[in-house]
């Protein structure tokens, strides 16, 4: 199960990507997750996907590893494409006709553009914000993008340790969770039978020890911290200080090219769309 889990994975290799700041980093994200919703031609749809492939070959993570992200929404893509592709109205003739179902040639072209669309945030976020960076260089990043409303008193610094703390325990939280799964079955027990409602009143028998197994474990972090004197971000300092380099704006410069380009191939159609 924690092998379907990509959220807070992180691989560690060399690459432009992996040495990006962090600032930068969210920053460039946000840039493509805008472009990615601005996209409304084929052309535009495929400088996306070209550009999503450039981005996992720069750096270097095996695209079978992106495909785990991929696999997890696959039920989503698979709903959303059908969706799009029989409830797509249009004054044009249809390709197919039963009950209330009508096929479209521009709604299999819509339905495939959503696809990709989903596809690609999904898959670029993922190696962007994980499977490239660390949880902590993430909150680290956060922090200091917020650090000029530090005068608002706003918690800043708990905020991001709070993010931090989520983000490292999504895969114990796993681990637990086949963990009980495997206890419960070796007592005989049978998740996976019955009805839908059966199956869900099945699942209290894992989700209370992983509940109980939750607070047990906040709280044993709360105690660790408070008797390593911990006081929030009041005098604290960092041992890797952020600051941007020449390759920070090289990649940066990459997606600004990325997004003329989409704005560019918008106004431009591919057999009319």
């Known amino acids: 199960m924690h092998n379907s889990i990509t959220l807070g994975q992180y691989y560690p ?9 962090g600032r930068m980093r969210i920053f460039v994200t ?32 095996p695209f079978g590893v992106i495909m785990k992200s991929i696999r997890a929404i696959l039920i989503i893509l698979l709903i959303t494409f059908i969706m799009n592709v029989f409830f797509y109205t249009s004054d044009a003739e249809p390709l197919f006709e039963w009950w209330i179902f009508r096929l479209y040639t521009e709604g299999i072209v819509k339905a495939f553009m959503m696809a990709v669309r989903i596809t ?40 991001s340790m709070m993010m931090f703390i989520a983000l490292r325990f999504i895969p114990t939280l796993t681990d637990d969770t086949d963990r009980i799964l495997t206890a419960q079955k070796s007592r005989g027990a049978d998740l996976s039978e019955g009805s839908l409602f059966a199956r869900i009143r099945n699942l209290t028998a ?4 992983l509940f109980v197994s939750s607070f047990r474990r906040a709280d044993e972090l709360a105690i660790a911290m408070e ?26 410069a990459l997606f600004v090219v990325y997004a003329a380009a989409v704005v560019w191939l918008n106004s431009i159609k591919i057999f009319g769309y």
Do not use: Q
């Not at 996209?39 to 720069?58: E, K, P, Q, R, T």
């Open 13 to 21: 290799v060399k690459s432009p990507l992996h040495s990006l700041d």
């Open 30 to 61: 946000l840039i493509y997750m805008i472009m990615a919703f601005v996209c409304n031609s084929a052309a535009s749809f495929l400088m996306l996907a070209l550009f999503s492939l450039v981005l996992i070959f720069i750096s270097r993570v």
């Open 120 to 159: 690609a945030l999904v898959a670029v976020s993922c190696l962007m914000m994980s499977y490239t960076a660390t949880p902590i260089d993430i909150t680290h990043s956060i922090e200091a993008i917020f650090e000029p409303i530090k005068f608002l008193r706003e918690p800043i610094h708990s905020f």
């Open 206 to 209: 894992i989700m209370i020890p």
């Open 227 to 252: 008797c390593r004197c911990y006081h929030g971000g009041e005098g604290r300092t960092r041992m890797r200080t952020l600051h941007y380099r020449a390759s920070d704006f090289v990649i940066l």
